[in-house]
């Protein structure tokens, strides 16, 4: 089933007196299911693409159909909504709430989108164990290692059961064995859970842990490879 549908995405960012092109027309079409990695060099526009494709950003022309709905020409209000109800964010700095407990992090989105605190405190175990994390629901995050927290904030993720999971250079604060740890929990969660995911790196060996690797240079699609 066709998730994501872009058609000429372009993106133009003004820097004082200069207009910077982040995009210059992107086409690109992903299925419920997939596991995409887009790779490129600092300034290669997958940031841009990624903040675009996110409902982050909107682009300066062009069209983006996410899920059936033309985001392109949403509202800040409806992005927000998109968001909440579609989208699943994992970042490089894992953004964990200090004070509340792996739980309570997990919670929280499920708490915002209207469900009962004792339910989404439920629902966030059960979605912690899913990342092998059981045993430390309540742990606050200085009592983790950096990649239980990226695990913790990969259940955040799945919270509100999303459409699409992106991930913003999710191992880059992490090693490398640490790091075949969290891509092999997105590998788990692609095939056990058909769940789309979308990683944002600029590490070909991250790259090509997906199943298809879409490389961006000076904004535009120069390569997309399945495997």
């Known amino acids: 089933m066709l998730l ?13 007196e200069a207009e910077v092109v982040a995009l210059k027309g992107v086409d690109l079409t992903i299925h ?3 596991f995409v990695a887009i790779t490129g060099f600092s300034g290669s526009g997958k940031s841009t693409l990624m903040h675009l494709l996110g409902c982050l950003d909107v682009p300066t022309s062009g069209s983006y ?3 059936g709905v033309d985001v392109s020409i949403a509202t ?3 992005l927000a909504h998109i968001r909440n109800q579609k989208i699943g964010f994992v970042f490089q ?4 709430l200090l ?14 989108a209207g469900v009962q605190e004792q339910q989404a405190r ?3 175990a059960q979605l912690l164990a899913l990342v092998d994390l059981a045993n430390r629901t309540n742990h606050y995050p200085y009592q983790l290692s950096g990649g239980q927290q990226q695990r913790v904030a990969i259940a955040r993720a799945l919270a509100n059961k999303p459409r699409l999971i992106f991930g913003d250079e999710p191992t880059g604060n ?11 929990v997105f590998k788990k969660l692609n095939e056990e859970q058909q769940v789309t995911i979308i990683i944002v790196t600029h590490e070909p060996s991250i790259a090509a842990k997906a199943k298809r690797v879409i490389e961006l240079v000076d904004g535009k699609i120069i390569n997309d490879s399945s495997r």
């Open 174 to 184: 992490l090693d490398m064995a640490t790091g075949e740890i969290i891509m092999n």
């Open 93 to 96: 700095k894992f953004h964990l």
């Open 99 to 112: 004070d509340l407990t792996a739980v309570d992090n997990v919670a929280l989105p499920r708490i915002f």
């Open 4 to 16: 994501l549908n872009a058609k000429n995405l372009i993106k133009k960012y003004t820097a004082g």
């Open 76 to 78: 800040r209000d409806e």
């Open 122 to 124: 439920a629902d966030a």
């Open 32 to 34: 419920t299911g997939e």
């Open 65 to 67: 159909v996410l899920d």
